[in-house]
Nanobody
């Protein structure tokens, strides 16, 4: 089976940095597409960044967040710099077998459990 395990979240202050990790088993991430989504209380799950056929960063995080992969570790990362309170959310890693980059959550069949990011002002 496919298992995605997210880690790296925490409580930080505005302006701080975090690096989230998503370690995968049962699926080769480099052969498909992987994305980071986030969901704040009362809000829809939204795309943060994705990598596959092309790399995408949402306008709200472009220039601050960077998605990357370590293919030897079959792990995708989200480097988050200059965090803002509005970045606070549960961050989820999604993956799919087809390499086409997609920014809609419903196209990702595999998900991690989520990791909480809280940014205080």
């Amino acid at each position: 089976q496919v298992v995605l395990v997210e880690s790296g979240g925490g409580l930080v202050q505005a302006g701080d940095s975090l690096r989230l990790s998503c370690a995968a088993s049962g699926l080769t991430l480099s052969a498909g597409a992987t994305a980071w989504f986030r969901q704040a209380p009362g809000k829809e799950r939204e795309i943060v960044a994705a990598t596959g056929s092309v790399t995408y960063h949402a306008p709200s995080v472009a220039g601050r967040f960077t998605i990357s992969r370590d293919d030897a570790k079959n792990t995708v990362f989200l480097q988050m710099n200059n965090l803002k309170p509005e970045d606070s959310a549960v961050y989820y890693c999604g993956a799919k077998e087809h390499p086409r980059t997609v920014i809609l959550a419903r196209f990702y069949p595999f998900w991690g459990q989520g990791t909480q990011v809280t940014v205080s002002s």
